[in-house]
């Protein structure tokens, strides 16, 4: 039996999942119920630990890629706010690339079936080999909870994964590989045998990010490798280790299917020395996947040409509170949205426009000011008790984001009403951990300096507008300006909802409609949700449908007098 | 019944020929077959003829498109050398690009069936009503013979057309339209309705060529309009009617299936005042579909961010003659090709390169210098006969070519030997037709600058190469360097068959091989043969396959709890 035998019932599995877009996914999707959790998640600690040095001793992560020139590496656990002490080969890009390319040309000539087995054969190991070191590695990099950072940066991310194979072998398999093709000119009868080839672009360079390294890389890395390309994995300097161990496990399942490991390398760069724009440049690059900041997203997207670029940024997720219902319920969601991982996701909300008026409920109009009050008390009770703290908010990735939330705190103060101060808590594992509850403003529509565009972090603002429609106005707009993936609104008038509906996919957000209760508002379920729309500055593709991976491969044919011409 | 109904039985059809890749197609290929030929094709002459004015009193084409600022007109046809007398609407942009946009949403909330019914009938319409016309626009504007104008501007456009919309259906059903998601979150259970709607990019510009305006019109087009964009159409100045008239029955059908006939609208300029960089640039554009020259192609690649680019522009379409069974059945088809409507075809090939020791035959090796006289003896012959001249060389479509023909004679005839003179030859029916019989150059490869890159019209260069590798090194050195859309090639030995199929699948150039006898050697068949691969500077895009159409829209879903949880 080969991989792609062995791996069959997954993948028919996920293409009617796909198809249909119910939940399903062949993974547990609570730590607890992983195979033998106990003893897994022991070993998954022990070999996170193993990749750590000390002071003035970093751990090499060895890698056996080619061109190195140098070792680097300069991770601050979020969690420690200390140096994990680990450095990785630094590389001489022209020999990635020139490995790389030297790569494709078996690997695009196999069958899809050997590709494919092959990649599902990665994904097998990571998960039953790596899913508890990288769940610690996501941790101590991204500054994830354990359990977001097992299910986010794990079960989900390989789910993701099989999606995005899935739909490569769907677009591969619309191409037939030959065709006999008859037909008369004049009276002479023509009879060819044309073959299709699949032909991949290239060499893709693949940008993780920081916050949430391994979600949006894994499916990019797949739709470009299933499809015949190589990739090099180019981390965020603060988030090397979960994509090292992915790159190393990637190398070492290739090698032992017989397969050239340097398909998938690693360039690692520091942030004084940055090396993307070099990569998207270089004339090798034929395919650019980007996760990672606006700026550098819209910098990627302008200039990536001739490769082809698809791209995740960031945008202002907004949310729309007409009525509720029940009030309490949808407030209680929120807060939970908004303490996710310190709202460092993107699709975390974080402008909420509701009418100046208030808003409708079975009790009467609660007046705007109240709403925010009693968000905030909301929001203050998930971060006030440490354990649940440390669950829901987990810690800061980046000291800047602790930077901004001061910043917009004295701005906010100043321009409207400051309805939650920011503090850290106290972590009741890792003392040391980067915390901070959220911040929360109330503002008008007149302030929207304020919030005009991402402020990424525990931040949200609480918008009184003209009314139902102009906050519907207001929060469509800022994602048509400044980009959105998610939306979420509240609202019991259907007239109302079938407009916001049509709105949000003009502008091109994702739109959850009043949903309250234990799902987090913004989770995201492989063959499910899709990721992005692609409609907005919040990035141009999306996670995962026909055009994340039709692009990434060409057909060439050839076609000559068939030397039978009878039969077939 | 409606519209999609009563085309389903083809678009099935269609669906079969283009999964199979099959010869397939609802149309007859010669006039000759076309249902009541000759009443059609007298009523095709007069519909045309009364297009036209006379000196001094332009005849409007009039068009109740928006905007409207003046006429426009400047279509000088090829076979009279006199201008057409046709004024068009000249359109203030923004007006387009308001009534297009606000066309759009309608058109995008229908279902998909009534889209794609809508457009077969366009098709239905074009070939039962307008094709004679079309064949004479084509004529009098791109030059092409009668046949020609015809089959490759005609019904194999229209094919094009419907191997689109088979195309732009599969991607869009591949789009669950709504699911039940049911999941549970600790001890919650969480049921939520989903709803994926498909949104379009927004408003497309479609730039046509001069000299095959309607082959790859029509099919970007069609795919933009089914996954419910809005279409600008921007025709190159010398060959505005044939679009026109397209433009016009897409208006009226539109707006007898009740939709926005400014879902397609007109864009006409002149050469002295080109509105192309405008149209590619403005805030509105989403799409650009892009037929032309190398040098604005590439432009439009850089230049088009945000809005997404399709193009195909030219190349160097390279010959390999290492050897052959019977080499005067080659050369004949290749002087049938290089012949073939002047050589103005994006597939026309141009370098021929061979081992300057000769080709290898069952007769013993023929030299290079006889293989090039031979080819040219064999082009001449085609030429010499003013019937078949006008079928096969048809007329030159801009005065530019006859010029690039005097001036590479002169570089030619300093630098190597010149195989074959350029001459005008007497149109039987058109005396003042613009013709020219094809001017062949014999160089060795020292003389590269001559031919490095694309020189539209006829004119061809027999290459003596070091060896056989060399030549193929060569030929696909041309089309990595200059682009190349197809390649022929000629040899007996299976294991050179086999390297010349990988070369040129990785350099991205459509392979015929040993291809002799009745058909053309770049004739591309709807439904099978891919047209462009997009792997180098001849294109990014290839008609056609999922990649064509699948970026054309995007997915844009809202989820909320479902109403009746225990009900599906």
Redesign the interface.
């Known amino acids: 039996m080969n991989a792609y035998q062995k791996h069959l019932p997954v993948l028919e599995r996920a293409r009617q999942a796909c ?5 399903w996914s062949p993974y547990p999707e609570m730590p607890g119920k992983y195979p033998d959790a106990e003893q897994a998640q022991a070993a998954g600690l022990r070999a996170f630990e193993a990749h750590r040095g000390t002071e003035g001793r970093p751990e090499r992560f060895a890698f056996d890629q080619p061109g190195q020139i140098g070792w680097l590496g300069q991770e601050v656990s979020p969690y420690t706010q200390r140096s994990l002490n680990i450095v990785y080969p630094q590389a001489d890009l022209d020999a990635l690339f020139d490995s790389a390319e030297a790569a494709i ?1 078996r690997w695009a000539q196999v069958s899809i079936e050997a590709r494919l087995g092959t990649l599902m054969e990665v994904l097998d190991v990571i998960y039953r080999e790596h899913l508890f070191e990288i769940t610690h590695a996501v941790m101590h990099t991204a500054g994830q909870s354990y359990n977001m950072a097992y299910a986010g940066s794990g079960v989900n991310a390989l789910d993701r994964g099989i999606e995005a194979l899935v739909y490569a072998e ?2 591969m398999r ?3 590989p030959q ?5 008369s ?4 009868q ?1 009879t ?1 045998d ?4 699949l ?1 991949p ?1 290239g060499v893709a360079v693949c940008f993780t990010c920081a916050s949430f390294p391994t979600w949006n890389a894994w499916p990019s890395m797949l739709a470009s490798l299933a499809t015949g390309n190589a990739v090099i994995v180019k981390p965020h300097p603060a988030t090397v280790l979960p994509m090292a161990i992915s790159v190393r496990v990637f190398r070492r399942v290739l090698a032992e299917a017989g397969f050239d490991p340097n398909l998938v390398t690693l360039a690692v760069d520091s942030v004084s020395d940055p090396i993307g724009k070099r990569l998207v440049k270089h004339p090798k690059t034929a395919i650019v996947d980007f996760t990672g900041s606006v700026q550098f997203g819209q910098w990627v ?2 200039n990536a ?2 490769a082809l670029a698809y791209t995740e940024t960031a945008g202002s997720n907004t949310v729309v509170l007409e009525s509720a219902d029940d009030l309490d319920a949808a407030l209680r969601s929120l807060a939970t949205t908004l303490c996710m991982f310190s709202a460092q996701m993107c699709t975390s909300p974080q402008n909420i426009y509701l009418p100046r008026q208030g808003v409708r409920t079975p009790q009467g109009l609660v007046s705007a000011r109240e709403v925010g009050e009693r968000l905030a008390q909301a929001v203050a009770a998930l971060g006030s008790e440490p354990k649940k703290a440390a669950m829901i908010l987990a810690a800061i990735q980046s000291p800047q984001t602790l930077a901004l939330l001061q910043e917009l705190r004295a701005q906010g103060a100043q321009a409207g009403r400051v309805l939650l101060e920011p503090a850290p808590y106290p972590h009741p594992q890792f003392p040391d951990a980067r915390t901070s509850t959220p911040l929360m403003l109330q503002l008008s529509t007149a302030q929207r300096a304020l919030y005009a565009g991402e402020r990424f972090g525990p931040v949200s603002f609480v918008i009184e507008c003209d009314s139902a429609q102009d906050a519907l106005a207001q929060a469509t707009g800022d994602v048509r300006e400044f980009g959105g993936l998610t939306a979420f609104l509240y609202s019991t008038d259907e007239s109302f ?1 079938a407009q916001a ?1 049509q709105a ?3 502008a ?12 987090p508002l913004n989770f995201a ?1 492989a063959y ?3 990721h992005v ?3 907005n500055r919040a990035g ?1 593709a ?1 996670l995962t ?3 994340f991976v ?2 990434r491969f ?8 068939a030397r039978q011409p009878a039969s077939i």
Request: overall charge positive; charged content about 25%; some cysteine.
């Open positions: 198809a249909e877009r119910h939940c040309d769907h677009a619309a191409v037939a065709a006999r093709w008859e037909r000119f004049g009276s002479a023509i060819l044309k073959t299709y080839r032909v672009r997207e302008e040409h001739p909802i509906e949000y996919a003009r091109g957000a994702q739109l959850t409609i009043n949903l309250t209760g234990a799902m379920a499910s949700d899709y729309t692609g409609l141009n999306s449908h026909l055009a039709s692009g060409c057909i060439a044919q050839s076609r000559r007098p």
